[in-house]
């Protein structure tokens, strides 16, 4: 690869950067071309972009990057692909629904809407990031919650009411 060649490479990682904003770097070295096959399939049914990278190059558009992306070029080493996704804990929890059948892909460090997550021991913490849907639907549920118990308590208060009534206007007959 000539030098024009890897500055078009890098510029084209920068810009695969800078426009997803959740970013799993994993290492699936020594996979066979069958776990290979499940894994790209595993990634296009949970819509996880797959793509195997160079290093160097990874770690040259990481510093050409606006993010800062801390200590992630440390952990490029070895076999490295990108795992890019617009929900934040679907490659963590494919990394993990993998993992049952497979000693492989190991995560190696994840940039997550600006948080920086270093080392397989992240997993856990990116598998129970919410999505912004799922924080959608929480804060929707909580603002649900107190109408929901306002409209109960005033339609048992309506019958117990009703009960009442009934019963004073059955006692002074």
């Given amino acids: 690869m000539n030098k024009q060649e890897r500055n078009q490479v890098i510029d084209n ?5 800078q426009d997803n904003s959740n970013i799993y770097v994993a290492d699936t070295a020594e996979l ?8 790209r399939r595993a990634c296009f049914n949970k819509d996880v972009e797959l793509q195997v990278v ?21 952990v490029l080493k070895g076999y490295t692909s990108l795992m890019l ?11 993990k629904e993998f993992r049952k059948k497979s000693e492989k892909p190991i995560l190696k460090a994840a940039y997550v809407e600006q948080s920086v997550y270093i080392g397989h021991e ?6 129970s990031l ?3 849907e799922e924080l ?17 308590q005033l339609q048992s ?13 059955e006692k002074e007959s």
């Fill in 13 to 17: 990682l920068v810009t695969v950067l």
């Fill in 32 to 39: 066979d071309a069958e776990l290979t096959s499940d894994l």
């Fill in 54 to 74: 160079k290093n160097t190059l990874l770690a040259k558009a990481m510093e050409k990057s606006e993010k800062d992306f801390e200590d992630m070029p440390s």
């Fill in 85 to 95: 996704s617009e929900v934040a804990n679907a490659p963590a929890k494919l990394i």
């Fill in 122 to 127: 992240s997993l856990e913490a990116l598998v």
């Fill in 130 to 132: 919410k999505s912004k």
């Fill in 136 to 152: 959608i639907g929480d804060v929707i549920l909580l603002l649900q919650s107190p109408a929901k118990t306002v409209i109960s």
């Fill in 157 to 169: 208060g309506g019958s117990t009411l009703a009960g009442l009534m009934k019963t004073l206007s």
